[in-house]
């Protein structure tokens, strides 16, 4: 089992930066595809970005291709999202997670994934 804590959110202005962080409990960090869904009041939790085990392989949502990028450090047990150019619409919850089956890839949808963080929360002012 993996325990999943995200930091990193917060408030910021159209077209700035923020960079969200995943830190995993365990020592089998690096078997877990990793991926970022976010949630929005009143809507359903939706994909953003999703990384294979070995960081080489990357998924992306439409509405975020080009602004946002998924990595992963397996030595300190974190996956990271970077989203750039940030619109009032990206605000949301985000939430990362973990999915341990070994022979997936990297999946676009929620019953993917076996385990969830509490969620950060991010703000993006017009």
């Known amino acids: 089992q993996v325990q999943l804590v995200e930091s990193g959110g917060g408030l910021v202005q159209a077209g700035g930066s923020l960079r969200l962080s995943c830190a995993a409990s365990g020592r089998t960090f690096s078997n877990y595809v990793m991926g970022w869904f976010r949630q929005a009041p009143g809507k359903e939790r939706e994909f953003v970005a999703a990384?294979?085990?070995?960081?080489?392989?990357?998924v992306y949502a439409d509405s975020v291709k080009g602004r946002f990028t998924i990595s992963r450090d397996n030595a300190k047990n974190t996956v990271y999202l970077q989203m750039n150019s940030l619109k009032p619409e990206d605000t949301a919850v985000y939430y990362c997670?973990?999915?341990?089956?070994?022979?997936?890839?990297?999946?676009?949808?929620?019953?993917?994934?076996?385990?969830w963080g509490q969620g950060t929360q991010v703000t993006v002012s017009s």
């Open positions: 997670a973990a999915d341990k089956d070994i022979w997936r890839r990297p999946g676009d949808y929620v019953s993917a994934y076996d385990y």
């Open positions: 990384l294979s085990r070995s960081g080489g392989s990357t």
